[in-house]
């Protein structure tokens, strides 16, 4: 029988007053029975609308079907015919912006809840599933992949799928890229990285960390001396943007990638059983409407400070951030200054950051971006007490890769320059993905990259 409720069956969630304290997951995952009764929301309408705005193409219809059937371990496996890494999808994507914005269901009422159906089969098969990693025979051509995150990992997969010998080359002492050093233990926990991870090693993967491309190794040595065929350059975004105010170098000030860096990939929020400090105040502005804003916002929170503030330049409306992450911000006492913009930061006479100065704002005509420019209200300044501030208004590519390949094409924000079909650079054997190549985006989006150069560096190496 489809259940024909409006609404989606209510996701569990640890109460917003006890998980503003700790760093466990907040949303807790549907039983066997809630994602049965969701499942039958599904009209299994024969267009498949939702699969449309998945960029890695999940059979969505037919996965949730077999939910529907109690088919779980069916429906993962019809999940991993497209997609390397579900647990992480279900958790991360901005499924009200692509599968679920589709859904016929949507056009009166709630879409069905692709995003929770999918985390539950991820989860369902972690526990229960016969984890059979089937390691395909070598076919003998070695692939280089820097960078292992969302676009890396799932282009290696792929490929070592075809047969492939892949290394992938990390920079960090752990891999997963922003999966592991941006978004924090409670929206995804780390076991689940390290799970997804496991099994591409499983398929004959090597990762080898500490690999920085561009120090150690240029791109140039790896199609040489190294032996490899094809490179994919999978670096990410890792660079972070400043606002170039006043008092940005007082202590006490971090980029959003140096704070969730430090909590997240370097557990700080375990200190001292891990010995990375962390300064934090009482009072916290962040500074920023995207999710990156929302994870430092709730992280602050958690760490113990008592008043954080996001000081954001247009409306809610205009906040890139998932209305999710929005609303569990609110009801975890993070307070929204909107319509406001920092114009200086200042500080005690020994260096310390006390004080921001904000100025209000008004939305005038739209911009570049279709979004409607914020302008300055005159006279409207005031200022919030704030020890930690931290700046989230965006990071772009690293320059190392750019810097040490001349014959690579970037454009002046210092992506790699792709053509969007096979994720092909300017330099023969080389392809890139994620946002290395659109500056920072999501990871369903460097996924499908990565998804999308396999294919290419296949055809390639075939043809050669």
């Known amino acids: 029988m489809p259940n024909m409720s409006l609404e989606k069956v209510k996701m569990p969630e640890q109460d917003p007053n006890v998980r503003n304290k700790n760093f466990k997951e907040v949303s807790q995952g549907y039983t066997e029975e809630m994602a049965i009764e969701e499942a039958a929301r599904c009209l299994g309408c024969k267009h498949h609308p939702c699969m449309g705005g998945c960029p890695v193409n999940v059979q969505i219809p037919d996965f949730i079907k077999l939910v529907a059937e109690r088919k779980f371990e069916e429906a993962y496996h019809k999940i991993q015919e497209t997609s390397s890494l579900p647990a992480i999808c279900g958790r991360v994507c901005p499924q009200e912006n692509q599968c679920e914005k589709y859904c016929v269901r949507g056009v009166k009422g709630e879409p069905v809840a692709i995003g929770r159906l999918e985390r539950f089969v991820a989860d369902w098969y972690m526990k229960y599933g016969k984890s059979e990693v089937k390691k395909a025979a070598s076919n003998g051509k070695k692939v280089a992949v820097v960078g292992a995150g969302p676009a890396g990992l799932t282009c290696a997969g792929d490929l070592a799928k075809l ?21 924090p233990e409670f929206r995804l926990p780390k076991d689940i990285v390290k799970e997804e991870i ?16 561009g120090k150690v190794l240029s791109i140039d040595e790896l199609l040489g001396e190294e032996g490899f065929s094809a490179v994919f350059v999978g670096t990410g975004a890792g660079l972070p943007s400043f606002m170039g105010i006043d008092g940005e170098n007082l202590n006490g000030v971090y980029s959003a990638n140096e704070f969730l860096t ?22 916290v502005v962040v500074v920023g409407g995207g999710n990156v804003a929302m994870d430092a916002a709730r992280s602050a929170k958690r760490l113990g400070a008592e008043n954080v503030s996001i000081v954001y330049r247009r409306s809610e409306e205009e906040m890139p951030a998932r209305r999710e992450e929005v609303h569990h911000a609110k009801e975890e006492g993070i307070d929204f200054k909107l319509l406001c913009n920092p114009v200086r930061i200042l500080g005690t006479e020994d260096g310390w950051a006390q004080k921001v100065e904000c100025v209000r704002m008004e939305l ?14 005159e006279g409207s300044e005031f200022t919030v007490d704030a020890e930690v501030v931290i700046i989230a208004i965006g990071q772009s590519p690293n320059p190392l890769i750019k810097d040490t390949t001349p014959d690579l094409e970037t454009n002046r924000r210092g992506c790699i320059v792709v053509r969007e079909e096979t994720g092909a650079t300017s330099k023969k054997g080389v392809y890139a993905g994620g946002d290395a190549v659109t500056g920072a985006a999501t990871v369903i989006l460097a996924m499908g990259a990565g998804k999308t150069a396999a294919q290419s560096i296949d055809a390639y190496l075939k043809e050669k």
């Not at 047969?163 to 978004?183: C, D, N, R």
Request: charged residues 25%; aromatic residues 10%.
């Open 262 to 283: 430090r909590i997240n990939l370097m557990k700080a929020y375990r200190f001292p059983e891990y010995d990375t400090p962390i300064y934090m105040g009482k009072d």
């Open 364 to 377: 005038g005509a739209p911009d570049a971006s279709g979004r409607r420019r914020p302008v300055p209200i």
């Open 198 to 213: 496991r099994k591409l090693e499983a398929m004959g993967v090597t990762i080898m960390t500490d690999m920085v491309i």
């Open 163 to 183: 047969g492939y010998e892949v290394t992938i080359f990390e920079a960090f002492h752990t891999p997963g890229g922003v999966l592991v050093y941006g978004i």
